[in-house]
């Protein structure tokens, strides 16, 4: 049964878009990520996500150490290995950190890394995290090439990206991405690697994804914060806890 792990990335994105001051001393700024990684705790999720971005969109550095001061959770840094968010994810220290691609004029992460490519720069990151005892995923495709060149740069996880899957429009389109994670999926775990996924997994596509053999967590945001802005944050994340967690 997979865990889920909540990114509260556009909590900030609505902050940012205003930043209009509150009332309340505590929380000088609204909306606040830390109230919403608290919702998140009380809800069960198992980890938070949050996307340190080199151009900080949405997610400041300061959000970072205030959730993981104020939240007892597992915290997953999302991040590029650019030289001013590495040294941050090193003061912090989460569990997790989980690199991704990162591109300015991309709305969202557009695909997975491409782990064959400046390999030694990962390596190199991945080493000083390592060293901190963070846990280190790579967001990648599910292609057998990358899947094969994550143990040889020392990560433990891989985080498939499901986009792919996301924005198809047919059954037959799900089936074929579908089936690709599957097997991607069991590919990682022959080589000792623990499968995590996500992008693009909303209330109506999840459910298969979750129900992949041997899937660990399934990090969700967008659909999780779009939802909250009808039926409140707490039954948005609940909603999607109980979808991940149901077996069958």
């Known amino acids: ?118 390999p030694d720069e990962l390596e190199r990151a991945i080493t000083k995290l390592r060293k901190k005892k963070i846990e280190v995923s790579l967001f990648i495709d599910p292609d057998a090439k990358q899947i094969g060149a994550v143990r040889g740069l020392g990560a433990q996880i891989v985080e498939f990206h499901t986009g792919d899957y996301a924005n198809q429009t047919t059954a037959a389109g799900h089936a074929k991405e579908l089936a690709r994670l599957e097997k991607a999926v069991r590919l990682a775990h022959s080589l000792g690697i623990l499968t995590h996924a996500g992008h693009g997994l909303d209330y109506d596509n999840v459910r298969p994804v979750a129900r992949i053999p041997g899937m660990g967590e399934l990090n969700i945001g967008y659909s999780i914060v779009s939802r909250a802005l009808c039926t409140g944050f707490e039954k948005a994340v609940s909603d999607m806890r109980a979808l991940v967690e149901r077996k069958s």
């Open 1 to 118: 049964m997979p865990k889920l792990g909540v990114n509260i990335d556009h909590v900030a994105t609505l902050r940012q878009a205003r930043r209009t001051p509150s009332s309340d001393l505590s929380n000088p700024v609204y909306p606040d990520p830390v109230r919403a990684a608290k919702i998140c705790k009380k809800c069960g999720a198992h980890s938070i996500v949050m996307h340190l971005r080199e151009d900080r969109r949405h997610i400041q550095d300061a959000d970072l150490f205030r959730v993981r001061k104020a939240v007892p959770i597992r915290i997953n840094l999302e991040m590029s290995i650019a030289p001013s968010v590495v040294p941050v994810a090193l003061k912090l220290v989460p569990e997790q950190v989980t690199l991704v691609p990162e591109r300015r004029e991309e709305k969202t992460t557009e695909g997975g890394l491409d782990l064959l490519r400046k």
